[in-house]
């Protein structure tokens, strides 16, 4: 078992910046690839960023691509997502995830693991 907790989210105005943690227990962190999705009211739960078990490898969807930065601290059991120049668009419940693979996925079967979700709310 992955436990999984997230924390930073909050509401920010737009063009604002944000900063996600998701602090991991149980298993070996590195062992595992990690993502973050997010829902927002009414529509499906979607891929925002993945990194490999390195660290030295990251994915985004083009929606978030060059504003949302995804890192990990394999040392302190925690992933990270720094999200840049939001907008209302950006407004869901994030989820970060745990995968045990070798290779970073879009898609959410891929993840064991998840977490609770922290809140997000950008103002226009």
Same mark, same amino acid.
């Given at each position: 078992?992955? %436990?999984?907790?997230?924390? =930073?989210? &909050?509401?920010?105005?737009? =063009?604002?910046?944000?900063?996600?943690?998701?602090?991991?227990? =149980?298993?070996?962190?590195?062992?595992? $690839?990690?993502?973050?999705?997010?829902?927002?009211?009414?529509?499906?739960?979607?891929?925002?960023?993945?990194?490999?078990?390195? &660290?030295?490898?990251?994915?985004?969807?083009?929606?978030?691509?060059?504003?949302?930065?995804?890192?990990?601290?394999?040392?302190?059991?925690? $992933?990270?997502? %720094?999200?840049?120049?939001?907008?209302?668009?950006?407004?869901?419940?994030?989820?970060?995830?745990?995968?045990?693979?070798?290779?970073?996925?879009?898609?959410?079967?891929?993840?064991?693991?998840?977490?609770?979700?922290?809140?997000?709310?950008? !103002? !226009?």
């Amino acid at each position: 078992q992955v %436990q999984l907790v997230e924390s =930073g989210g &909050g509401l920010v105005q737009a =063009g604002g910046s944000l900063r996600l943690s998701c602090a991991a227990s =149980g298993r070996t962190f590195s062992n595992y $690839v990690m993502g973050w999705f997010r829902q927002a009211p009414g529509k499906e739960r979607e891929f925002v960023a993945a990194i490999d078990r390195s &660290g030295g490898s990251t994915y985004y969807p083009d929606s978030v691509e060059g504003r949302f930065t995804i890192s990990r601290d394999n040392a302190k059991n925690t $992933v990270y997502l %720094q999200m840049n120049s939001l907008t209302p668009e950006d407004t869901a419940v994030y989820y970060c995830a745990a995968a045990p693979s070798r290779f970073m996925s879009a898609i959410q079967n891929a993840y064991t693991f998840w977490g609770q979700g922290t809140q997000v709310t950008v !103002s !226009s």
